[in-house]
């Protein structure tokens, strides 16, 4: 699902359950969501909790393509009737309609279009709650290809100006929603009308009929991109942040702030907030990208040639910001740069090599934690080093008594997991261009 398919990571999936952050008329200006961590719930070791989420980082990597749009509703694929959306990492749990119907869907920043499933369904996927039913809603309205916000203009080929606007929404790891576009109102924070739940009208979506691939617990997806069909776009906001805790914390998310109350927060230690420009791919512009320069193990700047991350005319390299992706993704020959530090500075060669898989090394005999090992930092444009203390660039993996790389290559286009971003609060200020962050307590915010 997030388009961002490109997902050598898994999606590091949680559960958004918007959670608003007044009691009455809140500002339109301003919402706040709670993040929960999708294995909240599964009772998993550590050790589990790292190989599952190594095992959607793959997927999630992998499948971080451009989107495909195709304007009509019909697919051949007849397999697992689920859909994986892109695989994103958190859930987030609001209703649609009037009367307001429950449903849960992926939190994606790599994506843009929100849709959930729809009757009468051609192909849906098996889901807890009722299926959302455009006839019996009052506020739903149909969207016609004459619609040029909201009806895409690959959506629009071939189609009168009356006709509805038939969308066809793929991803890279070979989910795919199609249906009708139409607009509705979404009620966040509770599904009946009380002093915590906001209901926002007018919103674009897709009306999923037809939906294939492979499904987290989801029965849709949130697109928080930078597209103008994205909720933050929609919202007309202009700030989305977000803050992860402890990724081992499972029973704790953190928020995700929209519009004013998207500030940083006073940040610990009084550490100072760093900021880079996001930069604009005509290739990808669902994307948040950011320039990275280098990096750093300690004092010492790592022998990585200039250049190497950076985000070429062809809409390769570069380097994505994303919630959904678990494990940072580095293009592959500073990958093997790191991995050669990391190696020398715990003493052990490494065990595995390969790129998709986050690199281990043997834990001497008796080990119950990582070794001391020195804070990496991340150097991005405009002087913004995100410094990064060993628990959020390397696991303890007890059961196989070794110390983990939580980073892997590969051959295109470099990601910022999420795994990085542990007790970090970001910020991405799109109507200026930047992304920001400050370490911080996010059990706290």
């Known amino acids: 699902m997030g388009h961002i398919a490109m997902q050598v990571l898994t999606t590091f999936l949680l559960l958004a359950s ?11 200006s301003g919402y706040r969501f709670t993040l929960t961590h999708i294995d909240s719930k599964g009772g998993f070791t550590r050790s589990e909790l790292m190989r599952r989420a190594a095992h959607r980082s793959r ?26 959306s892109g695989q994103a990492e958190y859930l987030m749990e609001l209703a649609i309609g009037t009367p307001p119907v429950p449903f849960i869907a992926l ?39 004459s619609n040029r916000d909201a009806c895409l203009s690959i959506w629009r080929s071939n189609c009168s100006a009356s006709s509805p606007c038939r969308y066809r929404y793929a991803y890279g790891d070979g989910a ?24 926002v009208g007018g919103i674009a979506f897709g009306c999923g009929v037809d939906n294939g691939g492979l499904s987290y617990n989801s029965t849709g997806t949130v697109g928080l991109g930078r597209g103008r069909l994205s909720l933050v776009a929609q919202l007309g906001v202009g700030k989305l942040s977000y803050c992860l805790t402890d990724f081992f914390n499972t029973s704790m998310g953190g928020p995700v702030l929209f519009g004013s109350l998207a500030e940083l927060a006073p940040s610990r230690d009084n550490a100072v907030v760093q900021s880079t420009p996001l930069v604009h791919s005509p290739h990808n512009p669902t994307f948040y990208y950011i320039s990275l320069e280098g990096i750093s193990l300690g004092d010492a700047r790592l022998p990585i040639p200039n250049g190497t991350f950076d985000l ?16 940072t993704i580095l293009v592959e020959s500073a990958f093997r740069v790191v991995v050669e530090h990391v190696a020398e500075v715990v003493g052990q060669p490494v065990v ?3 790129s998709m898989d986050s690199p281990c090394f043997p834990a001497p005999v008796g080990a119950q934690q990582l070794p001391d090992m020195p804070d990496m930092v991340l150097h991005f444009v405009g002087g913004a080093d995100m410094r990064l203390p060993r628990e ?11 110390f983990c790389l939580t980073i892997a290559g590969t051959t295109t286009t470099s990601i910022l997991g999420n ?11 799109i109507t200026v261009g930047e992304f920001s962050f400050v370490p911080s307590d996010c059990s706290k915010l």
Not at 19 to 27: D, F, G, R, Y
Not at 65 to 78: C, F, N
Not at 176 to 199: D, H, I, K, N, P
Not at 419 to 429: A, E, H, R
């Open 392 to 402: 959020n660039y390397m696991s303890f993996n007890q059961e196989e008594s070794s």
């Open 312 to 327: 070429r005319d062809d809409g390769t390299g570069g380097m994505i910001v994303d919630s959904g992706t678990i494990f």
């Open 107 to 145: 939190a994606d920043t790599g994506s843009d279009l929100t849709w959930t499933q729809c009757k009468p369904c051609k192909l849906c996927f098996a889901q807890d709650t009722p299926i959302y039913d455009p006839a019996i809603s009052s506020s739903f309205s149909p969207v016609t290809c």
């Open 176 to 199: 795919y929603s199609a249906g009708v576009m139409g607009t509705e109102t979404l009620m966040f924070g509770g599904y009946s009308s009380s002093s915590r739940s906001v209901s």
């Open 419 to 429: 795994f990085q971003q542990q007790n970090i609060q970001v910020l991405f200020d």
């Open 59 to 84: 997927h999630r990597a992998a499948s971080m393509l451009l989107p495909s749009y195709s304007r009509t509703s019909t697919s051949s694929d007849t397999s697992p009737t689920r859909v994986r």
């Open 352 to 354: 595995n090599a390969t």
């Open 18 to 28: 918007l959670s608003l952050h007044m009691s009455a008329a809140p500002s339109p």
